[in-house]
């Protein structure tokens, strides 16, 4: 059963007329995917252009990715160096603050990983990597030495998993397969436990709160009392919501035509 959290509403509630004095910054431009970082700042992806947008949503930098192949993830755990993900050339490369490639793009085929289809970053410059053919979540270092190793998830869980997001916070890796929930673990690939919160498409951790965005709507679980609620929008969108991130007292909403930055209500 879903109960409103007292810190979330603490958070967000607002009157009607309150509402009306949100300030709103916009991105215009249809985009194919974003995410943000601890600072603020947008990183959005519009065909083979990546750019770079501040708080305020003021355009910062610019660059196009034509010869790395389809960008399917691109992950802010470093601000301003954002690792991003091809997973049909198999490609991974770190960015730096100019949205230029830092030192090598990493060819994982080349390097005994040809079936790769989900990376993210870690601590200490490490990599996360979710190998297809062996069912297992890999650790490994920018040398792609291995660190860990889940072993076969099949015959760990029970069941095949088919993750379509994952991401490293605060010694724990979480991995979204929509059809069964987050599965969680240690940095060292032990399995600790399934969130079964199924069907989101995006998500992302900060502190005990995880948000997740599912059929049209953003929502948190409280990782200390296992509530969910939803979580309210401090203004009406002009347009189907396509995903959505919390960020530093911020929500971002991710329309057809543009990204809307909304300052969330201040506690009172």
């Known amino acids: 059963m879903t109960r ?6 603490t958070l967000v509630g607002l009157s009607a ?57 691109i992950d802010a755990f470093y601000s301003l ?17 100019t949205l230029s490639v830092q030192g090598d793009v990493i060819h994982l085929p080349r390097q005994g990983w040809p079936q790769v289809v989900l ?15 062996e069912l297992a979540l890999i650790r490994v270092d920018a ?19 088919e993750p379509m997001g994952m991401l490293e916070h605060e010694n724990r890796l979480y991995v979204n397969d929509p059809s069964v929930g987050f599965l969680v673990f240690d940095l060292f690939g032990t399995y600790a436990r399934t969130i079964p ?29 296992f509530a969910i609620a ?3 929008l401090p203004v009406a969108p002009p347009g189907p919501v396509r995903d959505a991130r919390v960020e530093r007292g911020r929500i971002y909403l991710r329309l057809d035509d543009r990204i809307l930055l909304v300052d969330l209500p201040r506690d009172r």
């Open 143 to 161: 040398q792609l030495r291995q660190l860990a190793n889940t072993g076969r998830l099949d015959q760990l869980l029970g069941h095949t998993v």
């Open 4 to 9: 409103t959290l007292t810190v979330l509403a």
């Open 197 to 225: 919160i199924k069907g989101a498409t995006s998500f992302e951790v900060r502190g005990e709160r995880l948000y997740f965005f599912a059929e049209g709507r953003l929502q948190v679980y409280d990782m200390r009392s």
């Open 230 to 232: 939803d979580v309210p």
């Open 81 to 97: 160096k954002p690792m991003v993900f091809s997973p049909e050339q198999g490609q991974v490369a770190v960015l730096d603050n």
């Open 17 to 73: 007329a309150a509402q009306n004095e949100v300030p709103v910054h916009a991105i215009e431009g249809r985009f194919d995917t974003f995410t943000t970082d601890e600072l603020g700042n947008v990183y959005a992806l519009r065909g083979d252009e990546l750019e770079l947008y501040g708080p305020a949503g003021e355009s910062r930098l610019r660059n196009s990715v034509k010869t790395f192949g389809r960008i399917a993830t």
């Open 119 to 133: 990376a993210c970053m870690g601590v200490q410059n490490t990599f996360w990597l979710f190998d297809q053919r």
